[in-house]
């Protein structure tokens, strides 16, 4: 019987530098719109007849090297390692239930902060790209969590570990690459549930707490403090947690801004494009240079790549590093208008539907939800 391991070992493994060959069994489609950094790809199904040479000859791995495989469930993958032990692989591992268990890993990550009364956790979904973040006052071991994705587990355990309890949760908009946690979270711990109050244009169909701009939450002995910041959606909420950090959402991220068209559409790109720049040069960069930018998403390739930071550490900026680093928020508002509509990225798959599901038009059960949210976020405008 083949050795297996759990995508969280193989997320281990990996940023420990162990020394393997992943195999990718999916077919060639599926592996080009998404899999892990590094991994081959040898497209493979049960029953497939098997030539080692050739497998040799199109990845390069051969029989004395370490080898994992990975396909969607770890169902083809597990055949395949069979398989490549048949003819004389001996050192092969099969990644248990696939890039379905991939796309829910994820890294707790301490945020440096200067006051000792706030403790804030970014909370990274690996797979995806997603960061959410638990907001803690030390003092009173209150906490919230902001842009919970739909493993709330992962939340409950951070804030468990930490000692904290769970008084509130928010979500800076309605998010079209992923499936929200937030409400489910709140409804599971009891807390109160916070979006911006233009959420109810949108669609919403649920009860939330509406914020304004400039209201505040006390969580303990800690202020979260709304601001309005449209532009990658019309009830975009930024939220600055003391003079510490601001996390925002889809607004700004460390290498880049949000996309505009998504609920704009793409003739009112230019709009939302417009609000994105008033909201960038009014709001979020006229806090202090000090300020650490803490946003919802870093940037991930179909490859697996991540671009803004690396996954398991600290993915951030201060204000002043990205006013003075970030050449597009150098740029006047025409030209960054032009910019943003010029060359419009690539949809998230199924945005719509991941739409319908967060503003609870729509419900999903566990397998439909994880084939919806399949591969990495696409929330960022192209630079």
């Known amino acids: 019987m083949t050795d297996a391991i759990t995508a ?4 281990d493994r990996i940023d420990d530098g162990t020394d393997f060959e992943l195999v990718d069994t999916r077919p060639k489609d599926n592996y080009e719109s998404w899999h892990i ?3 081959v790809n040898y497209p493979y199904k049960p029953d497939d007849e098997f030539d080692p040479e050739t497998f040799e000859a199109e990845t390069g791995v051969e029989e004395d090297d370490t080898v994992y495989t990975i396909c969607a469930k770890g169902i083809s993958s597990d055949d395949f390692a069979d398989e490549l032990r048949t003819h004389g ?9 696939g890039m379905e268990a991939w796309s829910a890993v994820y890294d707790v990550v301490e945020i440096p902060t200067v006051s000792e009364a706030v403790e804030i956790l970014q909370i990274q979904r690996r797979a995806k790209g997603c960061l959410g973040y ?3 006052s030390t003092a009173t071991r209150e906490a919230a969590v902001v842009d919970a994705s739909r493993h709330t587990d992962e939340f409950v355990a951070a804030a468990d570990e930490h000692g904290y309890t769970i008084t509130d949760v928010f979500d800076t908009h309605v998010h079209a690459d992923h499936v929200s946690g937030g409400r489910e979270l709140a409804d599971a711990v009891g807390a109160s549930y916070h979006l911006g109050a233009d959420a109810r244009e949108r669609g919403v169909e649920y009860e939330y707490d509406a914020l304004t701009a400039n209201d505040v939450v006390r969580v303990g002995d800690v202020d979260v403090k709304a ?3 449209p532009g990658h959606t019309s009830e975009m909420v930024s939220y600055l947690v003391d003079a510490e950090a601001v996390l925002t959402g889809d607004t700004l991220f460390v290498g880049s801004v949000g996309r505009t068209e998504l609920q704009f559409g793409g003739g009112g790109a230019a709009d939302g494009a417009r609000l994105l720049y008033r909201s960038l040069h009014r709001t979020l960069l006229a806090e202090p240079d000090s300020v650490t930018v803490l946003p919802g998403h870093f940037a991930l390739s179909n490859e697996g790549e991540a671009s803004d930071g690396t996954p398991g550490e600290p993915i951030l900026a201060s204000v002043g590093d990205l006013r003075r680093g970030q050449e597009l928020l150098q740029v006047d508002e025409e030209t960054f208008v032009d910019r ?3 060359r419009l990225p690539e949809k998230p798959p199924n945005y719509q539907r991941v739409i319908d599901v967060n503003t609870g038009r729509r419900r999903l059960d566990e397998g439909e939800a994880t084939e919806l949210e399949l591969g990495p976020n696409r929330c960022a405008a192209s630079d």
Not at 8 to 11: N, P, V
Not at 89 to 97: A, I, K, L, N, S
């Open 8 to 11: 969280a070992e193989l997320r």
């Open 37 to 39: 950094d590094g991994a």
């Open 89 to 97: 692989f001996e050192d092969v591992t099969v990644v248990g239930d």
């Open 134 to 136: 638990l907001v803690g």
């Open 227 to 229: 601001l309005s910041t």
């Open 340 to 342: 943003l509509t010029d």
